[in-house]
């Protein structure tokens, strides 16, 4: 009835998967989800396992996506790694399944603004860092890592000028947009520093008793999620601080809400199993298309 499963390796996905293709399909299925029709999306809320023994978790995140015949989930581990520790602290398996036999058919493993910031060094900050200066032109670039060392090498394997920070204060001063990817349990960004108007992009602190940005600076921005349900139950940053939700991405989108572009803005990204679904359909896509 099936032929064996299609095996994509990191390379082959980043062959195949393009930001124009994929930003589009992001931007439609996310405003499905919004509307909250669960016959046409089903996703709850991501299924988390502690594994306090060696400080990590296991995440567990399942969508359906009816109309394109999508069904998939993504498991992905976060490890508080050593100081020194040669492994990646978060790493992921996105599964695609038959939606109507249930079998397994593909494997996935592991303008206006100037200046762009990225506190972190880890994976989730070189992808951010690809995604942003390719979609985006910045005249500057500057990184901060806990580790310097780790900030230096993860600079010498990017294209273009790219500056590494002493501190986080002095790589977020004046910086237009501000991506915060670590593995910090208490708030390293401090509302103080961030200029008026400028944009952060926090998708560390994935629990709810971790936090990457203070008090101040969620109070006093204007807060999107991916999913309100997902944010309200798992972000340290939206808990711990009671800031209210402006809007889901989905629902700016369906032109739900207003996208405010003079304030300052956070979007707190806690990654949904829809956006691993259709960038997952779409990689197996483009392979099936030349093979």
Known sequence: MTDSPVLLNKHEV??????????????????????????????????????????????????YLAAEGILCTKM????????????????????????????????FMPALSKVLCILGSGQQARSHYNVFTKVFKFKEVRVWSRRREMAHRFVNDLQGPVRVCSSVKEAVTGADVIVTATGASEPILF????????????????R???????DVLMREAVVYVDS???ATAESGDIVLSGAQVFAEL??????????????????????????????????LEKWNSEH
């Not at 809320?45 to 306090?52: A, K």
């Not at 992905?76 to 058919?105: C, I, K």
């Not at 709810?208 to 203070?214: A, T, V």
Request: glycine residues 10%; charged residues 20%; contains cysteine.
């Open 14 to 63: 980043e062959r195949c998967l393009s930001y124009e293709d994929l930003i589009p399909r992001l931007e439609s299925v996310m405003g499905k989800f919004s509307k909250r029709d669960s016959s046409e999306i089903i996703q709850p809320v991501r299924s988390v396992v502690p594994i306090q023994q060696h400080n990590g978790f296991l995440g567990v995140m399942p969508a």
């Open 76 to 107: 992905v581990t976060f490890y508080q790694r050593a100081e020194g520790s040669s492994l990646p602290s978060t790493q992921a398996t996105v599964l695609l399944f038959d939606p109507e036999h249930g079998h397994v058919t593909a494997l």
């Open 191 to 206: 509302g103080e520093w961030v200029k008026s108007g400028a944009h952060v992009a926090a998708v560390g602190a994935c």
């Open 208 to 214: 709810p008793d971790w936090r990457e940005l203070d």
């Open 228 to 230: 309100r349900e997902g």
């Open 250 to 283: 989905g629902e700016v989108i369906n032109g739900s809400f207003p996208a405010q572009r003079e304030k300052t803005t956070v979007f707190k990204s806690l990654g949904m199993g829809i956006q691993d679904a259709v960038s997952a359909k779409l990689v």
